[in-house]
């Protein structure tokens, strides 16, 4: 079995001129830049950041901040290399296929699936509860089993404000990708607006004693046996601690969920006008931008708030409640609410352009990936996947937690990249790169072993269902994707229907 076959470069750019799988090209750097930073920030601003401090850290959090944008940079460096040089849909998926074989690239499609479904998800989740709250405060009250589930509403069964926000997205989302880059446009600068007021407003109350001890010192941490300790404390024995250094590298775990989704920029490859200068630039600089601002609000909550007394469901909101601004926290719930938005929406492309990618080599059925001839996009392949997320957002969230579950199938992702980019220098010197990650083969290598290691402060729990995700995969692959694929001699194109039959 040749399950280690490659695509070409060579073949992956022709493929996208089929006229039945073709993608609108029409996205520039900035663009993409937006794009990036309407996909990142969001989730870590607006809920992780109290929690990971008060919990985890201490003011510290911003180091851990650093820490995750470290692992993110080094990751994204890889990415931008194999973007400029590979521009096609699909990201990780399809710089796999191209250096370490359809096996892997199976693997990182699957990652980057259960990455992007379950954030959109999960981050739906929390654009409801900014959502319910502002309706309460317009004299709005949705019944118990319709609202989010929170500590306030421990019976909410159906969240119907993360449904209808999926729906709505979806049909955006298979409208057109520039006319949902304009939406996104809009609702970037409302979230970085609020973003700036939270921190040029929150200066002001800013006492410096908050910040002492910067490093709160180690505690023991909670008793966590079974399969709720994390893997590198049942592998090795490490006793779990709050605050401190471990504190730092525990939050940086945490809050890493903060800056997925850069790599959904590398996703749209093949709608970028000009992929080989736009995609690195958006890439980089919409990272680097959302750890600037990350670090600035980190630092401001710790400064008004004692990090232990932080409220870790609204700290931003219960900041400045608490130092006697309640009236803030509706234009921070309101910004909330824009800016998840955007997050939920660009997570959706992502998770389609993936899914598009894997059944246009059909690993998966190839008559999903048919474009319609008017929106130039994958409309079955989108209503697919927004209908699952819509699962997860309005009800299966609410029974399991899934924030590590996202954070585990990006950093496996990032690692199978990073250690891709070496291995496709030396299977292809020749081509040409736009883009080239320095100091390589040392800082690639770095970079997987960075991301292996936040894998391992994870729960045995994660692990377990991560491993019985990929187990899925496995199946799927072997039964059907394997004998299908366009590697295996047996794909009939034929078998495609016409795009005019949408």
Not at 172 to 200: C, D, P, T
Not at 329 to 339: K, L
Not at 351 to 356: G, K, L, M, Y
Not at 366 to 379: D, E, F, I, M, Q
Request: some cysteine; hydrophobic content about 50%.
């Amino acid at each position: 079995m040749n399950i280690m076959r490659t695509k070409s470069i060579e073949q992956s750019i022709r493929e996208t001129d089929e006229p039945e799988f073709q993608l609108k090209k029409s996205l520039g750097w900035i663009d993409l830049t937006v794009f990036g930073i309407g996909v990142i920030i969001g989730a870590g601003i607006f809920t992780f950041t109290g929690k990971a401090a008060q919990a985890y850290a201490g003011p510290s959090i911003v180091i851990s901040f650093a820490v995750a944008a470290v692992v993110c940079g080094l990751a994204a460096l890889c990415y931008a290399e194999f973007a400029s040089t590979v521009p096609v849909s699909g990201s990780a998926y399809t710089f796999s296929y191209a250096s370490l074989g359809e096996i892997v690239a199976w693997i990182i499609g699957w990652d980057l699936l259960l990455e992007l479904a379950l954030g959109a998800g999960v981050v739906s989740q929390g654009w409801s509860q900014y959502a319910n709250l502002l309706l309460t405060d317009a004299g709005i009250h949705l019944p118990d089993a319709l609202a989010p589930k929170t500590l306030d509403n421990p019976g909410g069964q159906f969240n119907i404000l993360a449904f209808v926000l999926i729906v709505a997205l979806t049909g955006l989302v298979a409208w057109g990708i520039k006319e949902s880059m304009r939406v996104n446009l809009v609702l970037v600068a409302i979230k970085l607006f609020v973003v700036l007021f939270v921190i040029f407003a929150g200066l002001a109350y800013i006492k410096s004693s908050n910040y002492s001890p910067f490093i709160p010192p180690a505690q023991a941490g909670a008793a966590t046996e079974g399969i709720h300790q994390p893997l590198i404390q049942w592998a090795f024995g490490f006793t779990p601690s709050t605050y401190g250094v471990g504190g730092i590298f525990a939050g940086a775990s945490i809050v890493f969920f903060a800056y997925i989704g850069f790599d959904v920029v590398a996703t749209t490859a093949e709608e970028a006008k000009n992929p080989q200068r736009d995609l690195p630039i958006g890439i980089i600089a919409s990272l680097v931008i959302c750890t600037v601002l990350y670090v600035a609000v980190a630092f401001v909550i710790t400064g008004m708030v004692k990090y232990d007394k932080i409220d870790p469901s609204a700290a931003l909101a219960s900041a400045f409640a608490d130092v006697g601004k309640p009236g803030y926290g509706t234009i921070i719930s309101a910004g909330a609410v824009a800016g998840l938005t955007t997050v939920v929406m660009t997570l959706i492309i992502g998770a389609t352009r993936v899914v598009f990618a894997m059944a246009r080599d059909r690993l998966l059925p190839p008559s999903l990936a048919r474009t319609n001839p008017k929106t130039g996009t994958p409309v079955r392949i989108t209503i697919i996947v927004g209908l699952i997320v819509a699962v997860i957002g309005s009800w299966l969230g609410n029974h399991i937690n899934l924030e590590e579950m996202v954070n585990i199938g990006t950093l496996s992702a990032f690692a199978l990249v990073s250690l891709a980019v070496p291995i496709l220098r030396k299977k292809r010197p020749d081509l040409k790169r736009a883009f080239t990650v320095p100091w390589s083969p040392y800082l690639p290598i770095f970079a997987a072993l960075s991301s292996v290691y936040l894998m391992m402060n994870l729960s045995l729990e994660t692990w377990i269902r991560f491993l019985i995700w990929m187990a899925l995969g496995f199946v799927i692959y072997f039964s059907y994707g394997y004998h299908r694929s366009r590697l295996s001699g047996k794909a009939r194109e034929g078998d495609v229907p016409s795009m005019t039959s949408t």
